[in-house]
């Protein structure tokens, strides 16, 4: 009996119905077991669709149309992979968009013209990966704009962090002429802005995409017939989702994960400039969204990638090369130095601050547990109140004396007061960002973003500084690292370092962008003989995942991200 694959034209995805004795044949390919429709689901896929005629040679019952469509999708892809290798440099390229211009002009780059026609070749599932601050928001909507010229598309949503979805509204204003709308305010308010008409763009943040479209089925929540169908019909009515800073959905278990991958549309992209932050499976859950069925499940995947010790903690990675080839023609990712060659420099200077003897002795009792606020603590308790004190004594009802701000307060004054420049000041923590600001009143005019501080106002804090003299000081935790363009700061300070690389990389690129004529210098604030160099070391050793992920010399990498583990190295 033959195996019937099953597809319908302009699908993104077909089925295999597999006799059960073949079903460990059917899970070797990889692809999703779809209880609903009892057969094996895939991606349309070059190498899956090889690995499948290989597997069941002779065995296949195949339908002219999806014959055609391997065919139309081997030129595509084709066409692709060469219009990728010139995109990855700054060459110029005869293309426009219509409808995407800033104040009658066209705005784009040559590489962001390059990763519009790439997209517009990939069809659905795309992934823009390029670095920070190259304007991946402009290119999304470049895409789909340009499909909406050309009659795909009638919609397009929007999916971000909460913190800047009004930013997204402001970058359709600046580029393009299309009617957007933001999804907000109480449930009923939400309702009818997700039914208006007559707006292109549609904007939601991430937890209003659980609250609204997600039905889950573990869920104690009643919820009527008719909020279902409403959700379910939401769910599939948009012809374009763009998902920003989608290693959002990294976390295959998060409901903000899951509640993405019930939506449903024919073009799908993610925009990201880390788009791993230290573990393989976290690509393999933003292309479960991207291109459903190109990978095997999580479990598959992970027996197959990762090296596990005897906890069941991932050490690392391998056969990193057989996953970079399969998403290689579904993604661009590009860095500052080749497609911006004429971008001035990024400086980079650690600032190393050196603590007096009872300062020294201190510390050295916190970390061993020997004194009274660590002394029954684990090692991730003992860390934090460690750096709590090397940033601000006092929050541990120490002494108020700090050497890193007085280091802080005599850089501020060589570039503030003999420079003129205008400086980023990034913290972890709340706590600190309130003492910073309290010990510089007085002296300087400053302007800060945080947690609390709401999506409209950081829009006007960020314009207020750029634009102004007024306040030379913008201050933020990590809040003010993502989806904002603070290209009037000539330098970035981080108080302490992020645990994450990813932050890291987003915290310097909020103010180096590619529209950036001077000088961004960096500057790092480490403690001597403390926590923080060792912070500092291991962060260099994983600092480069995602560029080694997609460098095709790399087949295997050790796991990033800050375990157990690192945390006692630290002590």
Not at 231 to 251: G, N, P, Q, T, W
């Amino acid at each position: 009996m033959p195996i019937e694959l099953k597809y319908q034209k302009g699908e993104s995805h077909f089925y295999l119905q597999v006799p059960f004795d073949l079903k460990d044949q059917a899970k070797k390919v990889g692809g999703v077991w779809d209880p609903g429709k009892r057969s094996w689901k895939y991606a349309v896929d070059l190498k899956i669709w090889d690995a499948i005629k290989q597997t069941f040679k002779g065995q296949l019952s195949v339908p002219v149309r999806f014959v055609k469509e391997i065919e139309r999708v081997e030129k595509q892809q084709k066409e692709f992979l060469e219009l990728r290798n010139k995109a990855m440099e700054d060459n110029p390229v005869d293309f426009s968009v219509d409808g995407i211009s800033l104040e009658g002009k066209n705005p784009l780059f040559n590489y962001q013209k390059w990763g519009i026609k790439c997209g517009l070749l990939v069809g659905d599932g795309f992934l823009i990966g390029d670095a920070p601050g190259l304007g991946k928001s402009v290119q999304a909507l470049g895409i789909a704009l340009q499909r909406k010229n050309a009659g795909e598309i009638n919609n397009c949503l929007i999916v971000c962090l909460a913190a800047i979805k009004y930013n997204w509204l402001a970058e359709i204003k600046k580029f393009t002429h299309e009617r957007a709308i933001v999804i907000d305010g109480t449930p009923e308010e939400r309702k009818k802005k997700w039914m208006a008409s007559g707006y292109f763009f549609k904007i939601v943040n991430y937890e209003i995409v659980v609250r609204d479209l997600f039905i889950n089925p573990k869920s104690n929540e009643v919820i009527d017939k008719e909020e279902i169908a409403f959700r379910k019909y939401l769910a599939k009515s948009f012809d374009m989702i763009v998902v920003d800073e989608i290693h959002a959905i990294k976390s295959h278990q998060a409901q903000r994960t899951k509640a993405l991958k019930q939506l449903t549309s024919h073009y799908r992209i993610g925009l990201s400039g880390t788009p791993v932050d230290g573990h393989l499976e976290e690509l393999h859950s933003i292309f479960e969204f991207l291109k459903p069925g190109l990978f095997e499940s999580r479990g598959r995947f992970l027996d197959k990638h990762a090296i596990f010790d005897h906890f069941g903690t991932i050490q690392a990675y391998v056969e990193v090369d057989t996953v970079r080839k399969k998403i290689e023609p579904y993604y661009i990712r590009r860095q500052k130095e080749k497609v911006l060659q004429d971008l001035p420099e990024k400086l980079f200077k650690d600032v190393y601050v050196e603590l007096e003897p009872k300062e020294q002795r201190l510390y050295k009792e916190l970390v061993k547990g020997a004194h009274e606020i660590t002394e029954e603590s684990q090692a991730a308790e003992k860390v934090l109140r460690a750096r709590q004190f090397l940033d601000f004594p006092e929050i541990l009802g120490m002494h108020n004396k700090s050497q890193k701000f007085f280091a802080l307060a005599d850089l501020l004054e060589e570039l503030i007061i003999n420079n003129k420049e205008k400086v980023l000041i990034f913290t972890q923590y709340k706590e600190v960002l309130d003492l910073i600001l309290f010990n510089l009143k007085g002296k300087y005019q400053c302007l800060q973003i945080h947690g609390g501080v709401g999506s409209k106002e950081r829009i006007d804090i960020v314009n207020e500084f750029n634009n102004t003299s007024r306040y030379p000081i913008l201050i933020g935790t990590d809040a003010m690292s993502t989806g904002l363009n603070i290209g009037g700061a000539h330098a970035v300070i981080h108080y302490e370092d992020s645990y994450s690389p990813a932050i890291m990389q987003q915290r310097n690129d909020r103010a180096h962008r590619a529209t950036t004529r001077h000088n961004v210098t960096v500057y790092r604030f480490i403690c001597k003989d403390t926590i923080e160099e060792r912070v500092r070391s291991i962060l260099g050793d994983k600092m480069n995942l995602n560029n080694q992920l997609f460098d095709e010399s790399c087949s295997e990498f050790g796991v990033g991200g800050f375990t157990n583990l690192d945390l006692l190295k630290c002590l």
